[in-house]
C-alpha cells in the first residue's frame, strides 16, 4: 500500500462518497442507539446515515434484465490470492472450505460450500457502482445472509456482522461490516455464483457479499468467517472497515 493510493481514494472518498451517502436510508431502533452513535455514527456521517435510512426505509436496490447485463465486469480490488491456505482451497474447489459464524451466535457452527448451495437461494441481477467510478451490471445467485443468521440464532446484543477475507492489503486481511438492518434485506446475500457460473476467484471465490444498496467496498470478497458483534471498536482500527480505517471512507456508503 502506498501513499499515493490512499491519497487518490482519501480524495475519491470524500468527493464520490460524501455526495452519494446523502441519497438514501432512515431513522430506526439501530439508528437510536446510543453505542452505534458513539462507535460508528459522528458528526456528518450521523446525519448523512439517518437520512438515508428514512429515505430508502426496506426499499429495494433496482434490478435488471438478462438483456442489461454488462457484457464487461471489472473485477474491485484483489483478484487473485498468493496465501497457501487459499490456494489449496482453489486446487481442491473448495471441497474443505468451511464458512465459520460465530461471534454473539446461540448456536456458532461451520457451512461448507454444498451446505451453502443446498439452502433456498436467491438470484439478482444489479448493479456495481465502484467508489472508483465505474459501474457494472451482473448476475449474483447465493445464500440470504439472514437464512445463515436465523440458523446461528443472533443474540439480542448482537448490533453489526464482520466479516474476515482471505485477502491482504499491505499484510493485513480484508475485512467489512453491515448492521443488521442490512443484514436482513432480501437482497444481501453471499454469492457463490456469478452470471450463472461459479464464482470466479477474481470476482471473490468461494463466496461474496453483495449488499446491492451500499457501493462497492462493502462487498466484501472472498469470505472466510463471519461474526457477529455489538460493537465495532475492537475491529481493525475501529471504523468498522478496512477502508475506512485506512482512508477514511465513510462506513455506511448507501448510494
Known sequence: MTGPLFSRRRVLAAGGLGATSLALSGCDDLGS???FHDTILTGGERLAYRVQR????????????EAEKSPFFRTNGNNQIAAPDYRRH???GFANWRLDVSGLVEAPRGFSLDELRAMPA???ITRHDCVEGWSAIG???????????KEVKVKPAARFVVFRCADQFGGINYYESIDL???FHPQTILAYAMNG???????GAPLRL???????????????????????????GGKGGFWEDVADYEWYAGG
Not at 448476475?139 to 443468521?149: K, S
Not at 453483495?210 to 475491529?235: D, N, P, W
Request: aromatic letters at 8%; glycine letters at 10%; zero cysteines.
Open 122 to 124: 436467491r438470484t439478482q
Open 210 to 236: 453483495r449488499v446491492e444498496r451500499q457501493l462497492g467496498y462493502k462487498q466484501a470478497k472472498f469470505i472466510m468467517r463471519i461474526e457477529l458483534v455489538s460493537v465495532l471498536s475492537g475491529i481493525g
Open 54 to 65: 428514512f429515505l430508502a426505509g426496506d426499499r429495494l436496490a433496482p434490478e435488471y434484465s
Open 181 to 183: 438492518i442490512d443484514a
Open 90 to 92: 482453489i486446487a481442491d
Open 139 to 149: 448476475g449474483w445467485t447465493g445464500v440470504p445472509l439472514a437464512a445463515l443468521l
Open 197 to 203: 457460473e461459479t464464482l470466479p476467484e477474481g470476482h
Open 33 to 35: 442507539n446510543e453505542t
